[in-house]
């Protein structure tokens, strides 16, 4: 947020948006945000990858003193939990008419 020439920065919890609000001019172009998605994108088998590889890198074993003494046991495997498809949001426009955003 700029208050005259200087900038502020404030958590996004205790913002609010004002009804009628203009967005402001994205700070990257459509190039650089495609470029960067593509770059954060990865698949499942890629993340269980990493992470693996980062419990290997941490030495987090069950024989770990460290972990033993704080009663810390870490699994071999991933958990597994179930996931929820939520229901799609409905959009209020300025001129009052609601739509369901439909997912690609």
């Known amino acids: ?3 005259g020439s200087k900038e502020m920065h404030f958590p996004v919890e ?3 948006i004002v009804p009628g609000q203009k967005l402001q001019k994205p700070f ?3 190039s650089q945000e495609q470029e960067l998605i593509k770059k954060s994108v990865k698949s499942p088998a890629a ?7 980062q419990k290997h890198l941490a ?9 033993a003494a704080a009663q810390i046991r870490i699994s ?6 179930k996931g929820a498809i939520l229901s799609p949001p409905i959009i209020e426009y300025a001129n009052g008419i609601e ?3 439909i997912p690609n």
């Open 14 to 16: 205790v913002l609010k």
């Open 59 to 67: 030495n987090l074993f069950n024989n770990d003193q460290y972990l």
């Open 99 to 101: 739509k369901t955003a």
């Open 1 to 3: 947020m700029k208050v």
């Open 47 to 53: 993340t269980i990858e990493a992470i693996q590889d």
């Open 76 to 81: 071999p495997d991933l958990k597994t939990v």
């Open 28 to 30: 990257m172009s459509m």
